[in-house]
């Protein structure tokens, strides 16, 4: 058995560096030991809290429910809380937060909080790297309201809990950075973003597009075209989402189209790892595919791989270069009904359910 604190395992809390999947576990532990009912981190971004992943088994669907719903941005705990935190307070209770009468009557405590049963908090205040971050426990209405006196002996757990998230954070980082030097080796740029969505890194090949294609100032990427940088931070806010996860998660990619020119094609991933969404550092890594220097497959190619025909193989490239369905069928001279049949046709002989998988399983093809 490991060391202990209040009598929890701190091996098996450091051990979710290396094994986030028992992340769980630790905080039932957690929440066992202060007799509730589940526990989670969370932390303060502006006006909202968000909630990390994974949380105590007990607690999965009703955070759900917090973010799904939209409730982190109107979290009446944390409005009350995260400033109390922030002035040094390091233990607080459901009475720090609320009033009896809120509890009674506020749309918070009985459109979100009475349907779970979850009346009563209490969290341990910590921050780490200016940051300020919670451990949230819950109890049902069947348990008293959470005592500072309950909380006080868990509070060892807060300088742990601040060199675990370093730990998953440096290695995550490392990690993406490495995924980043690969890039480089099969000549695919690539920008790796922290939470706020700024480029913290970049390949060489990503740097060759700057001025050109793209451009960065103070970590904010945009592109050269108005139009395609509403739609790259559209993109970007779309995979850095609350409640990213990996079974939760679509393909996020977009074309950028370039005036006489082939598009880039930019992909956006999110870096899943323990507790992501509350960690400040890298979040996400995108990639662009140029399609003027890739050799797509010939439509003969596809035709013998999937038994196209040579109309649904003129489209398949078409919409794997970048090009919708309206402006495929301009290309073509047929109408965008016809487009939407090939397409459903490509999608039944090529085995995939949408253009993006489609345009994964041609770059896969290219070359070839």
């Not at 233990?91 to 937060?97: A, F, R």
């Not at 979040?283 to 190619?301: G, M, W, Y």
Request: net charge neutral; proline share 5%; glycine share 6%.
């Amino acid at each position: 058995m490991g060391e202990k604190d209040n009598g929890l395992d701190l091996e098996k809390l450091y051990n979710v560096v290396v094994a986030p999947e028992t992340w769980p576990d630790v905080l039932n532990d957690i929440a066992r030991s202060a007799n509730a009912v589940g526990a989670c981190l969370a932390t303060d971004v502006g006006s909202k809290t968000l909630i990390a992943r994974p949380v105590s088994p007990e607690l999965v669907a009703p955070i759900d429910d917090f973010l799904d719903s939209g409730w982190y941005k109107r979290d009446l705990r944390g409005y009350r809380a995260w400033p109390l935190l922030r002035q040094g307070r390091k233990v607080l209770i459901e009475h720090d937060v609320s009033t009896e009468q809120e509890r009674r009557n506020s749309a918070y405590h009985n459109e979100w909080l009475r349907p779970w049963d979850l009346p009563w908090w209490g969290t341990l205040g910590f921050s780490r790297d200016g940051q300020h971050y919670g451990l949230v426990m819950l109890r049902n209405s069947r348990q008293d309201a959470f005592t500072y006196e309950e909380l006080r002996p868990l509070s060892g757990l807060r300088h742990h809990l601040a060199r675990v998230l370093t730990l998953i954070e440096t290695l995550s980082t490392q990690r993406a950075e490495a995924v980043l030097d690969t890039m480089d080796l099969i000549e695919r740029p690539a920008f790796l973003l922290n939470a706020a969505g700024r480029v913290i890194r970049l390949n060489t090949n990503a740097r060759a597009l700057l001025g050109s294609d793209f451009t960065l100032s103070h970590g904010v990427l945009r592109t050269t075209h108005a139009e395609n940088s509403e739609r790259l931070q559209a993109l970007i806010a779309a995979v850095l989402a609350p409640g990213i996860s990996v079974t939760r998660t679509e393909p996020h990619w977009m074309a950028l189209r370039r005036l006489g020119r082939r598009p880039l094609i930019v992909k956006a991933m999110p870096i899943i790892a323990g507790l992501s969404d509350i960690l400040t550092g890298a979040r996400a890594l995108l990639t662009v595919n140029d399609l003027e220097s890739s050799k797509l497959p010939t439509p003969e190619k596809l035709r013998e791989a999937f038994g196209l025909t040579p109309a649904e193989a003129r489209t398949a490239l078409l919409l794997a270069a970048g090009e919708d369905p309206v402006s495929a069928a301009q290309t073509l001279g047929i109408t965008s009904g016809t487009v939407r049949d090939h397409l459903k046709a490509i999608f039944s002989k090529t085995h995939t359910r949408r253009q993006s998988e489609l345009l994964q399983l041609i770059e896969r093809m290219r070359g070839s």
